[in-house]
């Protein structure tokens, strides 16, 4: 009977572990990883990012009791991705890279620039998931402009858990 207590308790301790190890980063675009810092980001990009502009930037107050919450949202244009100049969006859920879009000039150049890389069709929209945990989507924005997102899959989830469990 106590071999089965201990064996129980391990199981939940190895599955508890196990549920609260971060996930590991994944290449995004622009030589850049989920999970990186504002900080590292911008050492990585170097003086691009001297003509770049905060679009959101949110917090909880830190009064408010709930889970920390801090998004930063940055657009950093003259940038240039496989060869196609376009700008870019940078989001950063707590401070962890967790996803760049890339609004290429010219998107049929840059879809084909994928294609070649990646080695799949991306199509005209929808999620193609790459090996390592990307997914990649191509899509409109609200003012009609084509980007291509490069998604960190856990992290997007996590910030959308934070907003159904916490709003």
């Not at 391990?10 to 996930?23: D, H, K, M, Q």
């Not at 980063?25 to 590292?40: F, G, I, M």
């Not at 910030?159 to 916490?166: A, D, E, G, P, Y």
């Amino acid at each position: 009977m106590p071999y089965r207590f201990i064996f129980i308790v391990a199981c939940l301790l190895i599955v508890g572990c196990s549920a609260n190890r971060e996930p590991n980063p994944v290449q995004l675009t622009l030589a850049l990883e989920s999970y990186a810092s504002p900080q590292e980001v911008e050492r990585r990009l170097g003086s691009i990012m001297l003509g770049s502009e905060v679009l959101e930037d949110t917090k909880k107050a830190p009064s408010d009791p709930r889970p920390p919450y801090h998004r930063v949202v940055i657009m950093v244009r003259g940038i240039t991705d496989f060869n196609v100049p376009g700008s870019t969006r940078l989001t950063f859920f707590n401070e962890r890279l967790s996803s760049v879009w890339f609004y290429p000039e010219d998107p049929e150049k840059y879809r084909k620039a994928l294609q070649k890389r990646f080695g799949v069709d991306l199509g005209k929209s929808g999620d193609t998931r790459l090996s390592g945990g990307t997914v990649v989507r191509l899509a409109t924005d609200y003012e009609g402009k084509s980007y291509v997102a490069f998604d960190d899959a856990v992290l997007n989830e996590e910030h959308n858990q934070w907003i159904r469990v916490n709003t």
